[in-house]
């Protein structure tokens, strides 16, 4: 054995390792569709904590109450603050449309204005209340955008110990990138329950921006249900994590809790 190279032993252990060819796993669009296609149910309520911590460890937590519910192919999601007290009442509506050429809507209420903004198409890639989560983040959750970006599967990957398709996921022009605030994401996709396990993206320069971690996922009701997302962003060193409670599917969601004038109210 003392006479055989390392590249001799490098040949062997490739030959004795079954290898999985690009054509045997799914295209980036088949994975971007099986994502999307994930049951989610009709409607959920939930709470939500948010804990940011910036780069000298100093925390902020913020207690939200959420809302989602699909009408057909549209997803609605509203949330609304409940702690502390200087963002109490805060709220934020999304109707996220199907059609590829019609902008989805988004509205924030914000009550020491009085008044409710509408989030622009421009401001998507805006980091959404202190959070290192973007509005555009908050708006797909585990979801992918499909008209924002091309797909194309690299390769595969373990996340906990679960097999995961690599998805590259690359915006469609220099302008849904700037808008977007990302020119490449890279996930790790969990190819049993169709959720990335990791995401990574890259600033419009081509540098590291931030990486999500997505664990803690069980099912409720036969649901996948993600229970808990934490962002580093690598800029800043800047840290946020969601924790997701007391989720229920069966109750239903109001169709009045989608509204303007629901945010003005709150709870």
């Not at 959920?44 to 910036?54: A, C, F, K, W």
């Not at 925390?59 to 989602?68: L, N, W």
């Not at 800029?235 to 007391?246: A, L, N, V």
């Amino acid at each position: 054995m003392k006479n055989i190279s390392k590249t001799s032993l490098l040949v062997a252990s490739l030959l004795a390792t079954p290898l999985l060819f690009a054509a045997d796993l799914p295209s980036g669009d088949e994975v971007a569709k099986q994502i999307n296609a994930r049951d989610e149910g009709v409607a959920v309520s939930r709470l939500l904590t948010m804990e940011m911590t910036d780069r000298r460890g100093k925390k902020r937590i913020r207690e939200t109450r959420g809302f989602r519910k699909y009408y057909g192919d549209e997803k609605r999601t509203v949330i609304f603050y409940l702690s502390p007290k200087n963002i109490k009442e805060t709220a934020f509506l999304t109707y996220d449309y199907p059609e590829v050429n019609r902008d989805d809507d988004q509205w924030l209420y914000l009550p020491a204005m009085r008044k409710v903004r509408r989030i622009s198409a421009s401001d998507r890639g805006d980091y959404f209340l202190g959070t290192d989560f973007t509005f555009e983040d908050i708006k797909l959750e585990t979801r992918v955008s499909t008209s924002d970006y091309t797909f194309k599967t690299l390769g595969e990957s373990e996340i906990d110990g679960k097999h995961c398709v690599v998805l590259e996921s690359t915006p469609i022009s220099k302008e849904i990138a700037k808008e977007l605030g990302y020119s490449k994401v890279e996930q790790c996709v969990d190819d049993e329950i169709w959720i990335a396990r990791q995401s990574k993206m890259w600033d419009v320069k081509g540098k590291p921006l931030k990486t999500i971690y997505v664990y803690d996922i069980r099912q409720i009701d036969n649901l996948w249900t993600t229970h808990t997302m934490e962002v580093e962003n690598h800029k800043t060193g800047h840290h946020t994590k969601f924790t997701f409670s007391d989720v229920n599917y069966k109750e239903g969601v109001d169709d009045s809790r989608f509204t303007q004038n629901s945010i003005k109210r709150g709870l």
